[in-house]
T-cell receptor, first 114, second 110 residues
Framework: EADIYQTPRYLVIGTGKKITLECSQT?????MYWYQQDPGMELHLIHY???????EKGDLSSESTVSRIRTEHFPLTLESARPSHTSQYLC?????????????FGPGTRLTVL | KQEVTQIPAALSVPEGENLVLNCSFT??????LQWFRQDPGKGLTSLLL?????REQTSGRLNASLDKSSGRSTLYIAASQPGDSATYLC?????????FGKGTRLSVIA
């Protein structure tokens, strides 16, 4: 089983609050990813990183930001949460090697913004 | 732009049946294709990864095939069990990270 962790698992918060979703992995993977998934819909990539100090935006525009200061840690931040941000956020990682190796996923954070 | 389609969207079968889930993609220039399982409210579990140079991969009761030139993959599940009930997602990687289909929601009835 992959060692990739996300906290919190569930978060209910009011509009306008700043939130940070945590993601960490203990496998030493260089590449990390954030996906957003609405209920019953497909996953959309919102951010990815190929290593420390490297971050890129995915194919779905997002108001969130990410940072990669340490290899094992890839937090996602929303400066001012809105109801439209309500969704499930999934973090993944993959090892160095081919451009896009097998990805391992965390359990996800289900965010509800009231 | 890569697009991934999965058919059917939902499937209900009695326990013990063999079944096939289908995945198609529009751009055949891929590095690999991955099949995942997702249980309700949970993350994704990787089932099988097929590199672009491979034709199939097997793990237990699961067999995945890849026909890159026609842009198709199938996931074969043998002797289905109620514990197989979940959503099965297909994803391909090319010049961008994984692009996912919407999934097939499988229910295996005891």
């Amino acid at each position: 089983e992959a060692d990739i962790y996300q906290t919190p698992r569930y978060l209910v918060i009011g509009t306008g609050k700043k939130i940070t979703l945590e993601c960490s992995q203990t496998m030493g993977h260089d590449k990390m990813y954030w996906y957003q998934q609405d209920p019953g819909m497909e996953l959309h990539l919102i951010h990815y990183s190929y290593g420390v100090n490297s971050t890129e935006k995915g194919d779905l525009s997002s108001e969130s930001t990410v940072s990669r200061i340490r290899t094992e840690h890839f937090p996602l931040t929303l400066e001012s949460a809105r109801p439209s941000h309500t969704s499930q956020y999934l973090c993944a990682s993959s090892p160095r090697g081919q451009p896009h190796n097998e990805q391992f996923f965390g359990p996800g954070t289900r965010l509800t913004v009231l | 732009k890569q697009e991934v389609t999965q058919i059917p969207a939902a499937l209900s079968v009695p326990e013990g049946e063999n079944l096939v889930l289908n995945c198609s993609f529009t751009d055949s220039a891929i590095y690999n294709l991955q099949w995942f399982r997702q249980d309700p409210g949970k993350g994704l579990t990787s089932l099988l990864l097929i590199q672009s140079s491979q034709r199939e991969q097997t793990s237990g009761r699961l067999n995945a095939s890849l026909d890159k030139s026609s842009g198709r993959s199938t996931l074969y599940i043998a002797a289905s069990q109620p514990g197989d009930s979940a959503t099965y997602l297909c994803a391909v990687s090319g010049n961008t990270p994984l692009v996912f289909g919407k999934g097939t929601r499988l229910s295996v009835i005891a």
